[in-house]
């Protein structure tokens, strides 16, 4: 059910900002990841769903805009999302 919630971003091409500089769109997308990141520390499930959105260049480009135009409360929830299990890193 929650994966639906991203299917209209993810059914976008990744050049077409248009819905991504709404503030709204931005902080919707920001809070469900929040969300599930805290779901995907208690099920394998979750942390599968959350890995997968966030392989998406959409969900990375929702990340991006929010740390630049978001609120300061938004901009917080993107950087700790960084730091939790199944965000992507470095190697």
Known sequence: MM??????????EPHDRRN?????VTE???CALDFISDLATHDGQWLKLYSDLLQ???????LAVALDTGEED???KVLMLT???GFPSER
Request: glycine content about 4%.
């Open 20 to 24: 991504l500089s709404k503030v709204e």
């Open 74 to 76: 938004v901009k917080r």
């Open 3 to 12: 994966q639906h919630v991203f299917n209209p971003l993810l059914l976008v």
């Open 83 to 85: 730091g939790t299990v």
């Open 56 to 62: 998406h260049k959409q969900v990375q480009m929702v």
């Open 28 to 30: 919707l997308y920001v």
